[in-house]
């Protein structure tokens, strides 16, 4: 599996077979049973998890502001953790503490956050999971605001054919199989902006992914 320089790289299978190990064997919280991870090594990870993680005794503005004071001069983070809100939608909200968003909004400050923090690489795991349609298809359309500001690489990781269409560069589907191995992978070269326009296209894709399994 080949994680291309700032592209969108998704890792697609059902649940129960590895993914998020895998996406923790990358990042370094699990060590391999065997096997080589190149190039990954002494790199900085953003992580979005499937919840939003969020510190409950900080306000919007101070989660944001928690990860990158280490990072930034005092007169940098205010700019800086405003332009992350606003690009979310969610700056009138920076005083708010987790506890009165929504799941939605908690969701996107989580990836608002991530984005924001200086990292090499991003991994997501199924930070889309659990939600409905409208709620998604807004945090994807927040997802891809941030994404397109700095093309960041990504290491997306979902069992939805949806989602991995809609943003994905790269799809490698995983079988359902123990160990689990890589039964195909799909380059689609029409942008994110082109499948939005054209939701048909996204409809092509998840038909040749649903082939696949």
């Given at each position: 599996?080949?994680?291309?320089?700032?592209?969108?790289?998704?890792?697609?299978?059902?649940?129960?077979?590895?993914?998020?190990?895998?996406?923790?064997?990358?990042?370094?919280?699990?060590?391999?049973?065997?096997?080589?991870?190149?190039?990954?090594?002494?790199?900085?990870?953003?992580?979005?998890?499937?919840?939003?993680r969020l510190l409950y005794w900080k306000t919007v503005?101070?989660?944001?502001?928690?990860?990158l004071k280490d990072f930034y001069k005092e007169k940098?983070?205010?700019?800086?953790?405003?332009?992350?809100?606003?690009?979310?939608?969610?700056?009138?909200?920076?005083?708010?503490?987790?506890?009165?968003?929504?799941?939605?909004?908690?969701?996107?400050?989580?990836?608002?956050?991530?984005?924001?923090?200086?990292?090499?690489?991003?991994?997501?795991?199924?930070?889309?999971?659990?939600?409905?349609?409208?709620?998604?298809?807004?945090?994807?359309?927040?997802?891809?605001?941030?994404?397109?500001?700095?093309?960041?690489?990504?290491?997306?990781?979902?069992?939805?054919?949806?989602?991995?269409?809609?943003?994905?560069?790269?799809?490698?589907?995983?079988?359902?199989?123990?160990?689990?191995?890589?039964?195909?992978?799909?380059?689609?070269d029409k942008s994110f902006k082109e499948r939005l326009?054209?939701?048909?296209?996204?409809?092509?894709?998840?038909?040749?992914?649903?082939?696949?399994?």
């Amino acid at each position: 599996m080949d994680v291309r320089e700032n592209k969108i790289t998704c890792i697609l299978g059902p649940s129960g077979i590895g993914k998020t190990t895998l996406l923790n064997i990358i990042s370094g919280i699990t060590e391999p049973d065997s096997g080589d991870i190149s190039d990954f090594k002494d790199k900085d990870f953003s992580y979005i998890f499937q919840e939003p993680r969020l510190l409950y005794w900080k306000t919007v503005y101070e989660n944001i502001n928690f990860v990158l004071k280490d990072f930034y001069k005092e007169k940098e983070l205010k700019p800086r953790v405003k332009n992350y809100l606003e690009i979310v939608g969610l700056y009138e909200y920076r005083d708010y503490y987790p506890n009165k968003l929504s799941g939605g909004m908690q969701q996107r400050v989580s990836i608002a956050r991530a984005f924001a923090y200086p990292s090499e690489i991003l991994l997501m795991d199924e930070p889309f999971k659990s939600l409905d349609d409208k709620l998604k298809k807004n945090l994807l359309h927040s997802f891809m605001a941030l994404w397109e500001a700095d093309k960041r690489t990504v290491v997306f990781v979902t069992h939805d054919i949806e989602e991995a269409a809609s943003i994905s560069d790269f799809i490698y589907v995983l079988e359902d199989s123990f160990p689990t191995k890589i039964k195909n992978m799909m380059q689609i070269d029409k942008s994110f902006k082109e499948r939005l326009d054209d939701y048909q296209s996204v409809k092509e894709i998840k038909k040749t992914l649903v082939d696949f399994f």
